[in-house]
């Protein structure tokens, strides 16, 4: 496949992610962070960016640990091991670097890092990219679209719990539950997208 | 010695290399008997989709399964372009062609049984999916699987087709399933490729 | 530690996984597996036995564990931990009894990043003893489960008219149309938001105004 056509798929790929096939509302992952981070624009903006890096950086490397580390050696079954190795290794590393070289980016952003480690979206792109068997460049589309997705959703809950926030919402209700409930019209209005563009 | 610079990074080797033996050791055991299951439901698939072969109402043992399977069925040959063959008195009674592709979460693998005149189909079965259940899932129950049943792969373009549930359909069309949109979009793109290259090369 | 004050540890271990400290409507964690896999309810069992038993022995394993591990690389271990005992389930779950294997295949990744038992080896696992670290982790596990199963039997019962695969009577004739938004996602978020409100306000204390 030339450069061109790879491209494209890569580009196509980055964009169903984003909106079609939407990691967050399509395929449930990544839940917990949105639920629980998303009750101002300015906090979910850090999140979300984070999480666009995080996602882009390890689908790249998850990528070159799989088909130069494990299938050479026949080892499928420790995809799991070594990826979420090589995410909480990565978010560990980057973690310091900010700490060094940015305290205070490090105090904005700094408790966000622990909390993608364990985002599922983040081990869920890696997995799906794995098994949809996307070259290079197209998993790192894919990588980059999710996170955008991701991204997207989060802000736009801000957006609308920012909005939210002088109504008299049932005691109940405050915090997760007008959140799920906010999560689910989305999901409903994403659905709408489906047709739109076919991933591979 | 907890508090040395290379304790953590020999910790975590170590604790890798065990996690990791462990794994290992139990799926090398585990293999032969994970690879003779998988083998089985390929078989069954198989089995299930070509005419009168056995009564799939009954309930079968795997050996006797396997049985009929390496007696009946014969492996694809250079005539027939991958598809598995049934033969009756020496004539090809129906063909059993393996189609495989992405699904919505994980590749979907089937099996779609065609008359000897290459167009008609008997039937089909899936021996590997993982799609949403209730939704995407359902493909592999006989509610969506009996509409296969005498359905014609047509020539040209779009051989065959996954319509939406409330449109009429024709000889070369199935209803797709309510609220799985992915899953029977990408059902169809696997079947309708994988029926079109095999009819070009049996021509 | 004499039996009586233990007896009460675990009781009060019970009522804080199971009741004021629940992991979905309290801690609100685990969330990205209790939408997934809701669809069916044979599947949520399967999950949530896969859960308890991840939670109790990862917490356990951590607690174990917790004098060697240095601070800095805690949360990898963890980690490894948890993939462990997953991939054993899967493993023996896809040499033992592969249609179920087939139920929980995509989900084995949602247990390893599941928030709460990534949570509860943080917050119980590395500063308490082994025997509490496991208790802790059940109930946290069962408080998960039964949310699960309630919002399953609605799900599957509304949006397929089964239970457990089997026909639900009035459910499951024609007359009920079924809710296929309940099957999808959207009716997964609607679905555990009612339960989290329900919950909460029945569950936890009234604060003054």
Known sequence: MNINTELWQAFVVCVSAAFTQNILLSYFLGVCSFVGCSREVKTAMGLGFAVIFVMTATCALNWLAYYYVLEPLGLYSFRFILFIIIIAAFVQFIEMLIDKYSPVLYQKLGVFLPLITVNCAILGAALFMVIRKYTFIVAIGYGLGSGIGWFLAIIAMAGIRQRLANERIPKGLQGPGITLFIAGIMALAFIGFTGVLQGK | ?203 | MSRSSKKSDIGKLASEGLWQNNPIYCQVLGICSTLAVTNLVLNTIVMCVGLVFTTALSSMTVSLLRSFTPRNIRMMVEVLIIAFYVIIIDVLLKAYWPEMSGNLGPYVGLIITNCIVMGRCEACGNSNPPVMAFFDGMFNGLGYSFILLIIATVREILGMGTFLGFGVPYFSTPYWDKWIIMVMPPGAFFMLGLIVWIFRTIALPKESK
């Open chain 2, 1 to 203: 010695m907890v508090e040395k610079r290379w304790f953590p990074v020999v910790y975590m080797f170590t604790a890798t290399a065990l996690v990791s033996s462990i794994v290992l050791g139990l799926t090398g055991f585990t293999a032969q008997r994970v690879k003779a299951n998988e083998k089985l439901t390929f078989e069954k698939a198989v089995l299930s989709v070509l005419p009168d072969v056995y009564d799939q109402s009954k309930k079968i043992s795997g050996l006797e399964l396997h049985k009929i399977f390496t007696e009946k069925v014969s492996p694809p040959d250079d005539s027939s372009f991958g598809a598995y063959l049934f033969k009756q008195n020496g004539q090809i009674a129906a063909y059993a062609l393996p189609i495989e592709g992405q699904g919505f979460w994980a590749p979907i693998k089937g099996i779609i049984g065609i008359l000897p005149d290459k167009k008609t189909i008997t039937a089909i079965a899936f021996y590997e999916q993982n799609e949403t259940p209730g939704l995407g899932a359902e493909i592999a129950k006989p509610q969506f699987r009996n509409q296969f049943k005498g359905k014609v792969i047509k020539d040209g373009e779009k051989p065959f087709t996954i319509a939406r549930p409330d449109v009429a359909l024709d000889e070369s069309s199935v209803h797709a399933i309510t609220g799985a949109t992915q899953t029977s979009t990408r059902l169809e793109a696997i079947a309708y490729n994988d029926l079109k290259n095999w009819q070009e090369k049996m021509k």
